[in-house]
């Protein structure tokens, strides 16, 4: 099996979709490449297509508020990725062939990080990785056992800016069942 920094080489080199023909930077993901936790959100925006980071506008901020505050730990201890690795053009949903051309970094991404809970962020994240066709208001709520781990499916944060208190609570509990996930026993 590749190395995580060699799938990262891989990434930076693929021209597999049209997504790489406007990206700056792949964004391939960032943190603890041998963390407990790891959350999977959609697709670089603007800003992190000009820093080849995950969430580093606004939602990268409630992320990092939530992951402290509930999770007890700092972005840098968890490792962050999304379902497309290169910006969709005015932020657009990826379309499904460009969910497919990129799934295999992902995937290898999860089985490489091999964290004990995997939180996806939002509707293409947690379809994406639990095969199921139902949106996140329908999947959250629970812990699912997924390939010898947890997944645990919240809203996106951007969800949560736009719409407040709320999805924001819900977030916050789902946070609280990702944590229980990491406890022994
Ligand atoms: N939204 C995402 O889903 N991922 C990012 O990296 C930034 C915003």
């Known amino acids: 099996m590749v190395s995580l920094e060699e799938l990262a080489a891989e990434a930076r080199r693929c021209d597999a979709c049209r997504l790489a023909r406007g990206r700056t930077n792949v964004v391939f993901g960032s943190g603890d490449p041998a963390a407990p936790v790891m959350l999977v959100g959609e697709g670089p925006g603007r800003d992190e297509d000009l820093r080849g980071e995950p969430f580093v506008g606004r939602s990268g901020a409630l992320l990092d508020r939530l992951i402290a505050e509930e ?6 201890a968890c490792y962050v990725a999304n379902v497309v690795k290169c910006r969709p053009p ?7 062939d460009e969910v497919e051309a990129c799934r295999h970094f992902l995937e290898r991404q999860v089985e490489l ?11 293409f994240a947690s379809r ?3 095969g199921r066709s139902e949106g ?3 999947l959250r709520g629970r812990a699912y056992p997924w390939r010898g781990r947890w997944l645990v499916p919240t809203f996106h944060p951007a969800a949560a800016l736009r719409s407040g208190g709320e999805v924001t609570a819900g977030m916050r509990a789902d946070f609280v069942r990702a944590r229980r996930c990491l406890e022994p026993g």
């Open 128 to 130: 994406t990785l639990l």
């Open 71 to 76: 999770l007890g730990r700092d972005r840098s």
């Open 90 to 96: 005015g932020n657009r949903d990826p379309l499904p």
């Open 136 to 138: 996140v208001t329908r």
């Open 113 to 123: 990080v091999d964290a004990r809970v995997v939180v996806t962020l939002g509707n």
